[in-house]
């Protein structure tokens, strides 16, 4: 079975359908991304449906990545599906840990920038929304460098 990731933000537009995409295009340089469910959604109901911020698919190609992302939001079932649940801030963790019914549920969210080299789970990603494509450039930063040691950490706890 595939093993499922699912980075989460709040309107599904700007930090995480970015991060999806590094992380995916990350996978792929280590030639195991057919080993992997990766996808990203929500946690409002504001953007179902919407491509990404132009700003994120500016930003994503100029680093060589298209963004094919349509906005969605979470799902209970996404436990099911999703051994990983990548929280962008804080505020998207407590949604998520709100959504939990078990202990099991709550061990598979995770704060994304525990797994920054440069960070830690006290820190955010940024939102760029109303910040400007240097806002969008830093997201793309912390999600270049923080890509091995999430994948690290899913090779070996997954
Ligand atoms: P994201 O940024 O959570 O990184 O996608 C936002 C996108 C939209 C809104 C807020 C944050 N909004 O309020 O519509």
């Avoid at 109303?130 to 930063?141: H, L, P, Q, S, T």
Wanted: hydrophobic letters at 35%.
């Amino acid at each position: 079975m595939k093993t499922g990731v699912l980075f989460v933000c709040l309107g599904n537009i700007c930090r995480s359908p970015l991060v999806e995409e590094v992380f995916r295009d990350f996978v792929r340089q280590q030639k195991i991304d057919h080993l992997f469910q990766i996808d990203s959604c929500g946690t409002a109901n504001y953007h179902i449906g919407d491509p990404p911020d132009i700003r994120a698919i500016k930003t994503a190609f100029s680093h060589g990545l298209t963004l094919n992302h349509l906005g969605r939001q979470f799902n209970h079932s996404d436990f099911q599906y999703f051994h990983f649940i990548i929280a962008m801030d804080k505020n998207n963790q407590s949604d998520l840990l709100r959504h939990a019914k078990s202990p099991q549920h709550q061990k598979q969210i995770h704060a994304f920038r525990k797994f920054d080299p440069m960070g830690d789970e006290t820190l955010d990603v940024p939102d760029p929304y109303y910040g400007n494509i240097a806002d969008f450039e830093k997201v793309y930063e912390i999600a270049k460098r923080t890509s091995e040691n999430l994948l690290q950490f899913i090779l070996k706890n997954k």
